[in-house]
């Protein structure tokens, strides 16, 4: 059997381009090639961040640099904002780094309301917050422009930013508003093996991480600041995923950012109205849904495991068949990437036939 593959929400399918960019020949990484390849990433993801800051490369997946980002920055009192499987996991993250945390919660599918931010902040005492923008296991895409606003509006409060499924699929500006840490893992929306997320960090986030003592070493915002300074990183990189991503980046340019927006606009709206064909409810509220995959509820009675089961057997397509606790009541498809309406339009011809 062949590979299937992946339209599932990460990773997603790689291109065959991206792999032959990762067989460059191996170069050390303290040396000017790879201070080369380093500083010529750098435009292309402040782009797509909407920053001038630079952006780090970490060698771990986002989750390292989720938790790195909270041993940085947080002193005592975390609120986490929770509206599904990966935002609830960051409130437990919080709770075992030995934070007092605590979530303003919502019912998973719905997203968060900048004024129960507001009111929950407003209790006092919080120093950090934790912000997923594209909640990849509910299918919600966060106001983020609301969220941010709530949060810059107390002073001393630093925002920590999850952008792992939305990075390149929707505009960021992370400067403009004001988002103190933005991350993202580059196995979802840029197509990449994973291995590898990127980060930045703002003035004040750096300032935060200076006055504090625990900060680790594998993930000290400190050390990724001086050795970006100079190109390069504070420990050795993956140094073939990095140049998948100087790949990805240049089809990104070749592309332009703005189509690649209204490519994923478009593909992401062919699977939505492919459900609405078949009667599947999308699992997000209206204007709350994420540009890069789509969440349906499985209706009473539908053999989801046989559905994605056939369309694997048949078309070697691999879909998603719900996370966490809403596993098996929803399933997602990705469109992610590089996928295009004519790669699209395959998966929609392929599930219609399994569908009969
Ligand atoms: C996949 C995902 C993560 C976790 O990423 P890892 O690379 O597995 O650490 C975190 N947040 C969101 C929104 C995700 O989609």
């Not at 339209?7 to 020949?25: I, Q, R, W, Y």
């Not at 400067?175 to 703002?202: N, R, Y």
């Not at 499985?298 to 068949?321: E, R, V, W």
Request: net charge negative.
């Amino acid at each position: 059997m062949p590979t299937p593959k992946l339209f599932a929400p990460g990773p997603v399918d790689v291109s065959k381009e991206t792999f032959a960019a990762m067989c460059h020949p191996m170069i050390g990484h303290r040396g000017s090639d790879f201070e080369a390849l380093y500083a010529s990433l750098q435009p292309g993801l402040q782009e797509i961040f909407g920053t001038s800051r630079p952006v780090f490369l970490s060698t771990s997946s986002a989750w390292g640099v989720m938790e790195g980002a909270l041993r940085n920055l947080a002193r005592k009192k975390v609120l986490c904002l929770c509206c599904g499987a990966f935002s609830d996991k960051w409130l437990d993250v919080a709770k075992k780094c030995g934070f007092e945390a605590e979530a303003v919660q919502v019912e998973w599918g719905q997203a968060i309301d900048p004024e129960a931010v507001r009111a929950k902040l407003a209790e006092g005492g919080f120093d950090t917050v934790t912000f997923i923008h594209s909640e990849t296991s509910t299918g919600v895409l966060n106001d983020l422009a609301g969220i941010t606003k709530v949060v810059k509006s107390f002073p001393d409060t630093i925002l920590i930013v999850d952008t792992v499924s939305s990075l390149s699929t929707v505009p960021m500006n992370m400067d403009t508003h004001g988002i103190d840490v933005m991350l993202a893992g580059v196995q979802k929306a840029l197509a990449l093996p994973p291995g590898l997320a990127v980060f930045a960090v703002s003035e004040a986030g750096m300032e935060r991480a200076k006055s504090n003592s625990s900060r680790g070493y594998y993930f000290d915002f400190l050390e990724f600041a001086k050795n970006a300074a100079v190109n390069n990183t504070p420990s050795t990189p993956a140094i073939s995923i990095l140049f998948g991503l100087q790949h990805i980046l240049g089809e990104i340019a070749k592309e332009g950012f703005a189509q690649r927006q209204e490519r994923h606009a478009k593909t992401n709206a062919m699977i939505a109205a492919w459900g609405a064909r078949h009667g599947f409810e999308l699992f997000a509220p209206e204007g709350r849904r994420s540009f890069a995959l789509t969440c349906f509820k499985t209706p009473d009675g539908f053999d989801l495991s046989g559905f994605i089961k056939n369309l694997k057997n048949k078309h070697n397509f691999l879909i998603n068949g719900g996370y966490g606790k809403i596993k098996g009541l929803t399933f997602r498809i990705s469109n992610m990437g590089n996928e295009t309406e004519a790669s699209m339009q395959e998966l929609i011809d392929a599930m219609d036939d399994v569908l009969g």
